[in-house]
């Protein structure tokens, strides 16, 4: 929530032990009204998903203004309207590619925030990096704010489009299997070392900036969080054990494939995309795990009523 008062918000202390404060949501639980101890009342916009008891606040100070936030004791409850097993494979052309059974693919475009956003962080470094009279000044300071309130605001983007795709897939479809990938070997460094320069390190540079565009760290924990929120299930597979961009969906055989080969041949001769394949791989190996664990359960129900 943000705060909107003419109160001098630079009074108040920072995540401080024993602060009193009281919160009065308005109606919906939508905007409402702080009181802090020894600072006065002001007014809060926002609206909280899910109404409960607050039990913590922080505010804090971010580059383009004062913002509250809540700690609510709740039961949260997320609607899901499908039960669909649905194989997910993230990637930077398209964010994601889904596929729900044989043939059967959906994708989830990405939106190249970063891209959008490029020239006016740009203007903002170029302004902050010019010559200026001392790091005090009123320049300085305006283009500190600029660049602050600009990457801020990619930042929001970011987490607006990550949490309205999560909340979708969690709605549409019961059971998502993905890979559990590593965002810190997948951006690693090109450049080597000394002894052992790297390669194609300007590439390897631009392509991690596509990476962390779309936060895929961030984005795999929203999907997991809404899944049990929706009574539902996020399956993660080992890529290097399982290698779905590597493996047929057909007949199961494994090829490697370099980076730059975007296509897939079926046994059939049928062509599909590369993401496409290993997102059908994914729904296999989902069916596999899911099959198992029904005949475990099974096999123990079996027990129990014998015994």
Known sequence: MTLDSQVDCRAIGYKSHGDGFRFE??????HGRLRLSGIGTMRARGEARTPGRVVCADIQRKADGWFLSL??????????????????????????????????????????????????????QRELSRPLRGK??????????????????????????????TARLVRDHAVIITEDLSVKNMTASAKGTAERPGKNVRQKAGLNRAILDTAPG???????????????????????????????????????????????????????????????VLWNIGQRILGEERARSIVTETFARAA
Request: with cysteine; proline share 5%.
């Open 136 to 165: 005090r000044s009123k320049r300085a300071a305006r283009a500190r704010k600029l660049l602050a309130r600009r990457s801020r605001k990619l930042a929001n983007r970011r987490k607006d489009r990550n949490h309205k795709t």
């Open 218 to 280: 961030s984005w795999l924990s929203l999907l997991t969080s809404k899944a049990e929120e929706a009574a539902g299930r996020v399956i993660l597979v080992d890529p290097r054990k399982h290698r779905p961009s590597q493996t047929d969906p057909v007949s199961g055989a494994v090829r490697k494939k370099a980076l730059s080969e975007r296509t897939h041949i079926l046994p059939d001769g049928q062509v599909i995309g590369r993401d496409q394949a290993s997102a059908w």
């Open 25 to 30: 949501p308005g109606a919906n639980w939508r």
């Open 71 to 124: 700690v609510v004791e709740c039961e949260p409850h997320r609607e899901r309207i499908g039960d669909s097993v649905v194989g997910l494979d993230w990637g930077v052309e398209t964010m994601a590619t889904l596929c729900t059974g044989p043939m059967q693919f959906a994708e989830v475009e990405n939106d190249r925030l970063l891209v959008k956003a490029q020239d006016g962080l740009k203007v903002a």
